[in-house]
């Protein structure tokens, strides 16, 4: 009888599926109403009970923002019947990652498909619409020669687990936590009178990430794209005064000099950037339950929001939601951390609270937020008082292609990776979150 009705599913399923197309979205035909699918999502899905109102971050006037920085990027929209009804909408992009198994530049470089904002309408749900998008998503990926394909949900996202993993075929990688912080404007965060924080150069930057990062597993190889565009806000490293960092302030700008700076870095150091997820480019609002990108939930609630654009934000206090209000707001999300030396935890709370003070200063910026894997070492470091708010996040892998005698190695320490579970040196690209 079970198999009778499962039989019978499949075949609806089947059915509805050919009523279904998918192509590439077209700007000046699709902004409208790929803007209004979201809103229609938002809105049937702020529908219910519950104590906690969710933050919802919505891509204001550009459903290409979150993938726009990639050169290779799509946006796919599920059409359904002669109408052409938007029914589904994912995003996905494509980018080159370093492996980080072997250490420093060494590491081999794969080429990965990302997998971001899958939407469904809610009253054509459950039909294996979801299920195509990905599929569609997952062989552009492979048309533009990608090798893996990767995704992220929140940990209890039984639909996102259903979808991915039990459907696609996606091996989890590594599970990671996501803080959250309100950001007081009434209050400056105080640093050490004996601690530097200074601002490098974008070359500066550039030049520290490429040496310092290079065994960072799933580091992008085009960190120099990420500094320079425009929600970066800047690169900050934090020093103790007794310790000099000779050649910090050096106006040499040739790569040399920028070498020479890292070289003679004080014994302990930390450092950290800050994107700028605000205004016209990210907007978060409050609702009254679980909604489009990111959306708060309790604790022992579940939501059914599918891929990194269903994240979810639990435990959030009550001085977030009286912080907020009703009005559109944002954020900034601190990337990037990294420290060395004996005294990295003093310098890298100082950071923190440096970066605390620079929301402040942007408009509009309500949060401040980061993502470590769940055994990075500076973990410890960030503040865990009553403020701070964490989710379990968990990342996804799929291999979607056979890999080449030019890339056979990339693809043999992506496996690897598989094996190192959880891993403790996660780069977390702020374009993704």
Known sequence: MLKTIKRNMDEGHALYNNKIHIREYK?????????????????????????????????MGDPLFRIRFYKYHVLLIAEKGENGEVVGVIRGCIKYIRSGVDQG??????????????????????????????????????????????????????????????????????PLIIFTQPIHSRTKEKSSSKIIIQKLSVEQAISLYKTQFGSKQLFPVDVDAILKQKPSIGTWVSFFKDENWVGLNGKDNSSSSHDEFIEKAPG???????????????????GKRDTSFLHCFNGSSRQSSLSRGGKVFHCFRKSIF???????????????????????????????????????????????????GVD?????????????????????????????SEDASGGDEMESLLNKKPLTNLFVDPRDF
């Open 268 to 286: 302990s150091w930390a450092m950290i950037s800050i994107w700028n997820k605000t205004r016209d480019i990210y907007k978060l609002k409050i």
């Open 105 to 174: 530049t060494n590491s081999s470089t794969v080429k990965m498909g990302c997998i971001l904002g899958l939407r469904v309408s809610p009253k054509h749900r459950r039909n294996g619409i979801g299920l195509k998008l990905v599929k569609c998503a997952e062989n552009w990926a492979i048309q533009n020669g990608a090798h893996y394909t990767c995704m992220a949900a929140e940990e209890d996202n039984i639909a996102s687990t259903n979808l991915f993993v039990h459907k696609c075929n996606y091996v989890k990688l590594s």
């Open 376 to 404: 990075d070492p500076l973990r410890e470091h960030l503040p865990q008082g009553p403020s701070m708010s964490f989710t379990n996040d968990v990342w996804y892998l799929k291999k979607v292609n056979g890999s080449t």
């Open 322 to 372: 009286s912080l907020l209000g009703r009005k559109s707001s944002g954020f900034i999300f601190v990337y990037g951390l990294h420290g060395e030396g004996k005294r990295v935890g003093e310098l890298m709370q100082s950071l923190w609270r440096f970066a605390h003070n620079v929301g402040k200063n942007v408009k509009d910026c309500k949060l401040i937020i980061t993502e470590l």
């Open 27 to 59: 700007e000046e035909r699709d902004i409208e109403v790929v803007e209004k699918l979201e809103k229609v999502c938002e809105t049937i899905e702020s529908c219910g009970k519950g104590r906690n109102a969710p933050i919802i971050t919505n891509i």
